[in-house]
């Protein structure tokens, strides 16, 4: 894919406009941003359509990521997991991550000698942390926590949308025993969800080692507008916190 540098900048400030507003993002909004005018933003916007990392809602003028441009942006992130700034500038809050690792951290060892407390406790402070329905995998039960939050997000308010997420988590706990994603983490986003491709969720899952499993995950399931830096941040901590403190 040929993206430039500045086409790249612009969708990311789509991506994390919408996640903040939950409404498509205007060119007139860009040019402010970025100090040009709307009809070199609305061109670059043309060209991130064509690649089809954006799309523009008929009922608005505006653009809204696609899950294409959501992938794209997730990559990015994971390819400069390194570089701090950069993560930071994606969620804007060095201090709100520190409280909530914090947060995480002293909720889990306040548990520890109930492993199944500990993970539960765990799912309760991502509900809390970063708004997003949080589950795990306990033995043979997922356990979940937050649906109200799922279902209070404007992209969940239609039948449809409601019958795609219960189908999802219907499935969720048998193709993750069947399947057993291999990889530290994992995130699905919209139509990548392979138990919910319809669903218009992200679902963001870590893999740890527990006295139940080997593959023992916790996550979050919440909107493809989501602010990813904070949630794969959040998640992929939980995890590793969550070995490390069940002695694993």
């Known amino acids: 894919m040929n993206i430039t540098l500045r086409q790249t900048q612009i969708l990311i400030a789509i991506i994390e406009q919408y996640a903040e507003v939950a409404s498509p993002v205007g060119s007139v909004t860009l040019a402010k941003l970025f100090g040009v005018s709307s009809a070199t933003i609305r061109s670059e916007m043309a060209k991130l359509e064509e690649m089809s990392l954006i799309t523009q809602p008929h009922t608005s003028a505006g653009r809204i990521p696609t899950d294409k441009g959501y992938r794209f942006y997730v990559n990015r992130l994971n390819d400069m997991q390194e570089n701090n700034e950069f993560m930071l500038n994606a969620d804007n809050s060095q201090d709100n991550f520190t409280r909530g690792v914090r947060a995480i951290s002293s909720r889990v060892t306040a548990q520890n000698d109930r492993a199944d407390h500990a993970i539960r ?11 997003n329905l949080g589950l795990a995998t306990i033995g043979d039960q997922l356990y979940i926590n937050g649906i109200s939050n799922l279902f209070s997000q404007p992209e969940f308010e239609s039948g449809t949308a409601v019958q ?3 189908q999802l ?3 969720l706990q048998p ?14 986003i919209g139509s990548e969800n392979p138990v919910g491709k319809s669903s218009g969720a992200t679902l963001v899952i870590s893999k740890f080692r527990s006295p139940y499993s080997e593959n023992t995950y916790i996550g979050v399931l ?21 070995e490390e403190t069940l002695h694993f």
């Open 169 to 171: 988590l219907d499935n």
């Open 164 to 166: 795609g997420i219960a």
């Open 175 to 188: 193709w993750l025993k069947e399947v057993a994603p291999n990889q530290p983490l994992n995130v699905y």
């Open 222 to 242: 919440g909107p493809t507008r989501q602010s990813y830096g904070k949630v794969i941040r959040l998640v992929r901590h939980t995890g590793q916190f969550l």
């Open 121 to 131: 406790s765990a799912v309760d402070s991502l509900v809390e942390l970063t708004g």
